[in-house]
Antibody
């Protein structure tokens, strides 16, 4: 059974940094594209970043490029999102989302999310 | 960037009625379109992928159709648990992957 469990959310001041994590289980973690998708309070879904399966190629939404870094530790089956220079409009629930193998971005499993609040 | 426009924004229906939700893409996404359901306080759940394929465990009352730029999600007979927000998403041309703004199906 696929499981995704996010952690690391919390309150951070504008300009600050935070790292959120996602522990994955139930599939061969290194082979699959893993994503972060966020949802601001009362708003829709916004794709943030992907790390592709097998080659670990990464891509980002324009709104976070240069500030956020996605990575994974295969030995720990853990996905990370390092968020720097946080802004108030980065406040959202951040979901860890499993894609398909390689560069297939079929979002078939979602974690429950972790809440990031950016406020002074 | 491919923009997905969902309509209507809100659909007010009664249990047992048929729901028809629309998603229009700003350029062709071929059949690389998915539909998700989200209930309050929960993560989205994959319903339909590649325009017309039901995900594992999804009831047959949910169906998807379309290709190119125009897509439809149909719920043949609404059950009480189907009242939720529905999002479409394209994965044909990325980055970025894009989502529609959502359609809320509410109880009339």
């Amino acid at each position: 059974e696929v499981q995704l469990l996010e952690s690391g959310g919390g309150l951070v001041q504008p300009g600050g940094s935070l790292r959120v994590s996602c522990v994955a289980s139930g599939f061969t973690f290194s082979s699959y594209a893993m994503n972060w998708v966020r949802q601001a309070p009362g708003k829709g879904l916004e794709w943030v970043s992907v790390i592709c399966g097998s080659d670990d190629r990464t891509d980002y939404a324009a709104s976070v490029k240069g500030r956020f870094t996605i990575s994974r530790d295969v030995s720990k089956n853990t996905l990370y999102l390092q968020m720097n220079s946080l802004r108030t409009d980065d406040a959202a629930v951040y979901y860890c989302v499993k894609g398909g193998t390689g560069t297939n971005l079929l979002f078939d499993y979602w974690g429950r999310g972790t809440l990031v609040t950016v406020s002074s | 960037e491919i923009v997905l426009t969902q309509s209507p924004a809100t659909l007010s229906l009664s249990p047992g009625e048929r729901a028809t939700l629309s998603c229009r893409a700003s350029q062709s996404v071929h059949s690389y379109l998915a539909w998700f359901q989200q209930k309050p306080g929960q993560a989205p759940r994959l319903l339909i992928y590649d325009a017309s394929n039901r995900a594992t465990g999804i009831p047959a009352r949910f169906s998807g159709s379309g290709s190119g730029t125009d897509f439809t999600l149909t719920i043949s007979s609404l059950e009480p648990e189907d009242f939720a927000v529905y999002y479409c998403q394209q994965r044909y041309n990325w980055p970025p992957v894009t989502f529609g703004g959502g359609t809320k199906v509410e109880i009339k």
